[in-house]
């Protein structure tokens, strides 16, 4: 597993888990027209794939397929260890 951290320190890497907390289940080229046009990145798929890679080493994206399309969701299992890590206790 990669590291957590290293994944999130990207900020397309961060639009792409924002992208797929509102919108689970999303292919890579739903994925981005999204991030163009709603947050003007204009990485290649190529790029988009490889930060996808990046977050699937952390576990913070899967992936599964349904034919010739491969549906990426957002898995949130390495989040609440940080989470966990360092507890807060939420403001009143």
């Known amino acids: 597993m990669g590291d957590v951290y290293q994944a999130l320190a990207d900020a397309t890497r961060r639009l792409i888990l924002d992208e797929l907390s509102e919108r689970d289940g999303q292919s890579l080229f739903e994925l981005c027209g999204r991030l163009a046009m709603r947050h003007g990145v204009a990485s290649t798929r190529q ?46």
């Open 47 to 92: 790029a988009i794939s490889q930060h996808l890679s990046v977050l699937e080493d952390a576990g913070l994206v899967r992936s599964e397929r349904a034919g010739r399309t491969k549906f990426l969701h957002l898995n949130t299992e390495p989040l609440r260890a940080i989470t966990e890590r360092w507890h807060i206790e939420p403001k009143e």
